[in-house]
T-cell receptor, first 117, second 107 residues
């Protein structure tokens, strides 16, 4: 079974631009969660999608948004990029057989490394 | 305020040593996760537990819900265990992460 894939793997943008990152979960997984990892703040939870609905959200500004498609693939968008958005963005999928992805084992993708200049 | 605290931050061990990494948390949780991150970024979930103890090969994870504490043990450590180990907890709708323990195992 193929693992979680993320595209692109590396991205360079300039301040003020917007960016869209993509995540394809493991086949059969219905929950996709997104995380930001920086040297200063470590790993932080962005949001979780299940059945095309955002179910949980971390403490990030509205510039960070996402969506999930009917095939469970998910995209994350960051608008009006700031230097501080430079980070490794990870997505993870889970079966979510229970009440949410947060309660199930997470399978992580390789991440997208975003650099904002 | 950090919901999840890990110790130690850095750990160097000789091959074959028994290793313990500790995690304390301050929120009510639904589950606790231990994650492993190798250089380059890839993260692997090692354990998810809400009570008791789990074992996979040389790795053992325990949790004490009353004391809000978990430990990850590595028996007979090996250089390939060198990685960052991250403790994470899930509440009703949030995911909180520790800052990680960087482990280096020297041959």
């Amino acid at each position: 079974k193929a693992g979680v894939t993320q595209t692109p793997r590396y991205l360079i943008k300039t301040r003020g631009q917007q960016v869209t990152l993509s995540c394809s979960p493991i086949s059969g997984h219905r929950s996709v969660s997104w995380y930001q990892q920086t040297p200063g703040q470590g790993l932080q939870f962005l949001f979780e999608y299940f059945s095309e609905t955002q179910r949980n959200k971390g403490n990030f500004p509205g510039r960070f948004s996402g969506r999930q498609f009917s095939n469970s693939r998910s995209e994350m968008n960051v608008s009006t990029l700031e230097l501080g958005d430079s980070a490794l963005y990870l997505c993870a999928s889970s079966l979510a057989l229970g009440s949410g992805g947060a309660y199930n084992e997470q399978f992580f993708g390789p991440g997208t490394r975003l650099t904002v200049l | 305020k950090n919901e999840v605290e890990q110790s130690p931050q850095n750990l160097t061990a000789q091959e074959g040593e028994f290793i313990t990494i500790n995690c304390s948390y301050s929120v009510g949780i639904s589950a606790l996760h231990w994650l492993q991150q190798h250089p380059g970024g890839g993260i692997v979930s090692l354990f998810m537990l809400s009570s008791g103890k789990k074992k996979h090969g040389r790795l053992i994870a325990t949790i004490n819900i009353q004391e809000k504490h978990s430990s990850l043990h590595i028996t007979a450590s090996h250089p390939r265990d060198s990685a960052v180990y991250i403790c994470a907890v899930t509440t009703g709708n949030q995911f909180y992460f520790g800052t990680g323990t960087s482990l280096t195992v020297i041959p």
